[in-house]
Each structure stands twice: as structure tokens, then as C-alpha cells.
């Protein structure tokens, strides 16, 4: 059974760009939650979606994130006009039920913003 | 809001020996989930050990053991017989049950083994 997927693993922008993280959970799970981790932080949470339902978005950013995960295909996290800011490793992570059950995490993506 | 805090930023342990790193938290719910998380160089987030505050049972994975004090809100991991590829930082995270939202992860305790 494959683990979390996320590509890229490494992905560098330049300021004014758009960066796009991909994230395919674990088979048999529809539930996916998008953390970010600063330079000697732990993770902080952003997103929290289900199948085409964004259920908590209370720690993204107002103004240029933005999150979808729809019916088919892989959750994106998208980031418009990134700012240096930005850069940081972005982890994706998937449960079978929600609010009940163990998160488990991808390998993330290292975002430079250049 | 609850927060979780780890206020070792390092420890370090000698190969074979026991060592504890310590966790804190402050919520007001009565039902919630303790966890441990480890972060090797690869950053890869890797699940330790689990913990539901409604059991009075201290979890155990192997070497891993959690020492749960749901009144002092405390939630130490004790890792025996420690091993070179133990190396890592832990991250202690926490949830309420029944909630719409993600874990809340403390700062990290980055974990040195010695030969």
C-alpha cells in the first residue's frame, strides 16, 4: 500500500510566480490536511479538505493560498504570487476517517522562493 | 486555543541507553489525542506512538512509551535501548476529538545519539 505522494519534493520560484503542490493520499483515504513548517519550527496547520469540501481553511493564509481536492485526481495546495516568505517545506497528510483516526504524512515539498 | 509546548530543543543520549523527552500541553477539552512524530533527515514525518486521552493505559510501540499525566497535562516519550537511527527531532502534537481541525505540534526536541 503506497504511502502519502507529493510532488515536486523540491520546487524553487521566483517572486511574482505561482508555485503548485500536489498531494495523493493513501489509498482508501478521503481525507487530506495540508501543514507548512518554517526553518527550525514544527509544522503549522492550514487546510483540512474531503473529497471536493474544504471543512477547515482557519490556518491559511487569507490572501494568496488557496486549496482544492477534488473528486478525481491529487489535493493541490496553489500559492499565487509568492513572496520569500514562502519558502518553506510543505507537508500533506491523509486519514481514513477524519477527526478520529492517525494522520499520516508524504515526504513534503521544499518550496525557494527566490 | 491549545498549544503544545517541548522545552528541550536538544537532548542527546548515549547508544543502548534510555532517554525521555519531555512534552506539555494546555487545552480545555476533556477528549482529545497525544502524539509523538519523528523527523529524520529525510524530513519524512514518521508516527511514533498514539495516545487517546480517555485511556488511563500508557501507550508502548517496542522501545517507545509515552508516560500520559492527563491532569499535570504531560506527555513525556521514553525511547530504551536507544539506537543510532533514533537520531531525530520529535515533534509532540495534539487533537481534539470529534474536531474539523489538524494537529498542533510543538517546536521539536532534536535527539542526538552518541556511539
Known amino acids: 500500500n503506497a504511502g502519502v505522494m507529493q510532488n515536486p519534493r523540491h520546487l524553487v520560484r521566483r517572486r511574482g510566480q505561482e508555485a503548485r503542490l500536489r498531494c495523493s493520499p493513501m489509498k482508501g483515504h478521503s481525507h487530506v490536511y495540508w501543514y507548512r513548517q518554517l526553518p527550525e519550527e514544527g509544522l503549522k496547520f492550514m487546510v483540512y479538505?474531503?473529497?471536493?469540501?474544504?471543512?477547515?481553511e482557519s490556518g491559511m493564509p487569507k490572501e494568496r493560498f488557496s486549496a482544492e481536492f477534488p473528486k478525481e485526481g491529487p489535493s493541490i495546495l496553489r500559492i499565487q504570487q509568492v513572496v520569500r516568505g514562502d519558502s518553506a517545506a510543505y507537508f500533506c497528510a491523509s486519514s481514513q476517517q477524519g477527526a478520529i483516526d492517525t494522520q499520516y504524512f508524504g515526504p513534503g515539498t521544499r518550496l525557494t522562493v527566490l | 486555543a491549545q498549544t503544545v509546548t517541548q522545552s528541550q530543543p536538544e537532548m542527546s543520549v548515549q547508544e543502548a541507553e534510555t532517554v525521555t523527552l519531555s512534552c506539555t500541553y494546555d487545552?480545555?477539552?476533556?477528549?482529545?489525542?497525544l502524539f509523538w512524530y519523528k523527523q529524520p533527515p529525510s524530513r519524512q514525518m514518521i508516527l511514533v506512538i498514539r495516545?487517546?486521552?480517555?485511556?488511563?493505559q500508557n501507550a508502548t510501540e517496542n522501545r517507545f512509551s509515552v508516560n500520559f499525566q492527563k491532569a499535570a497535562k504531560s506527555f513525556s516519550l521514553k525511547i530504551s535501548d536507544s539506537q543510532l537511527g533514533d537520531a531525530a527531532m520529535y515533534f509532540c502534537?495534539?487533537?481534539?476529538?470529534?474536531?474539523?481541525?489538524?494537529?498542533?505540534f510543538g517546536k521539536g526536541t532534536h535527539l542526538i545519539i552518541q556511539p
Open positions: 502534537a495534539y487533537r481534539r476529538a470529534g474536531g474539523a481541525d489538524g494537529l498542533t
Open positions: 487545552t480545555s477539552e476533556s477528549d482529545y489525542y
Open positions: 479538505l474531503q473529497k471536493e469540501n474544504i471543512i477547515d
Open positions: 495516545q487517546e486521552a480517555y485511556k488511563q
